[in-house]
């Protein structure tokens, strides 16, 4: 029997609701067990801040990929002609009890995990938050430790913010013992967390600031890389004047082509297990936010397989 939307048996027991395919792909023309990577969309929020939102991440980044062109200069092809692409739909968590949601994602996303084996898993959150899960999934698959790299305006180690542990700010303190973090953009942060990171030794800021003077930034961020990484995206890494669509937007944050460079670096020269994209919260009438976003996971999922792309074949 066929499952709810056509997901995999294995995960038919989640709560899922009708979603839409990146890119405007047809369903059949990459079904999931043939793609080669897999689209995870998380619509969750439950502790963002200040501005809200981001429960509307997922759809704006899926709407807006409808209108990407496919072509791509870099590789001189249509990437989403040569790699299959499939999207779940939405996989919608119990809101209320934020340790209940994430924990019930935790298991979600090993299921998920699981299926995709190898291929390339790119989750659309949904606040921060989500992130942790999917770490502390990853992290069991592995058995060497693996490093989070975080891009992002803020640290997220605080032990408990609002009162609360699993909320968006505390996202890398719950995963520090499980694996190394580096965080890349940081320019708002705590005194507090300061201290954390420089007593923690699997811990590294790179400043928003000092990716100002030229690219040295990306060697120092990729010596502190292990073997086997997963990347984090929350768009406010980004300075306000591209994505002023999110919760906690700081100001001097990174531009586009320097983002590329590093991140197509990063997929050549280590083993990431799985994405994430998070804290989009779209500003109804304002597109070209979602659109950036919707563009920078194209071009991850190209960067994943770009030495097929390149290999022209
Ligand atoms: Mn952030």
Excluded at 12 to 25: D, K, P
Excluded at 181 to 188: A, L
Aim: glycine share 8%.
């Amino acid at each position: 029997m066929p499952s709810s939307y056509g997901v995999p048996q294995a995960l038919a027991g989640f709560l899922w609701e009708a979603g839409e395919a990146f890119l405007g792909l047809d369903i059949t023309s990459s079904s999931f067990e043939e793609a080669d990577a897999i689209i995870l969309p998380v619509p969750y929020e439950a502790t963002t801040s200040w501005g809200r939102g981001a429960r509307w991440g997922p759809r704006g980044i899926l709407k807006a990929s409808q209108h990407i062109e496919l072509y791509d200069r870099e590789f001189g092809c249509e990437p989403a002609e040569r790699l299959g692409i499939h999207t779940l739909p939405y996989l919608e968590l119990p809101v209320g009890n934020p340790h209940e949601a994430i924990e019930n994602l935790r298991v979600a996303y090993s299921q998920v995990a699981q299926e995709c084996g190898h291929r390339f898993l790119v989750m659309l959150g949904g606040e921060h938050s989500v992130t942790s899960a999917a770490v502390l999934a990853q992290a069991d698959r592995h058995e060497e430790r693996i490093t989070v790299l975080q891009l992002d305006a803020h640290a997220d180690l605080r032990a408990e913010y609002n009162g609360m542990a699993y909320s968006h700010a505390c996202v890398m303190s719950h995963v520090l013992s499980r694996v190394d973090v580096v965080s890349v953009g940081v320019r708002g942060v705590s005194k507090g967390e300061v201290i954390t990171s420089e007593a923690t030794k699997g811990s590294t800021l790179i400043w928003a600031r000092d990716m100002q003077d030229g690219d040295k930034w990306m060697d120092l961020a990729i010596e502190q890389l292990g073997p086997r990484v997963y990347l984090s995206l929350d768009v406010d890494y980004f300075d306000p004047s591209l994505v002023p669509s999110t919760g906690t937007p700081e100001p001097g944050g990174a531009g586009w082509y320097e983002t590329l460079r590093f991140l197509r670096r990063v997929l050549r020269e280590r083993e990431v297990v799985a994405v994430d994209v998070v804290e989009l919260a779209p500003i109804p009438g304002l597109h070209a936010p979602d659109f950036l976003v919707a563009k920078l996971v194209y071009k991850l999922i190209s960067y994943a397989f770009q030495n097929r792309l390149a290999g022209g074949h």
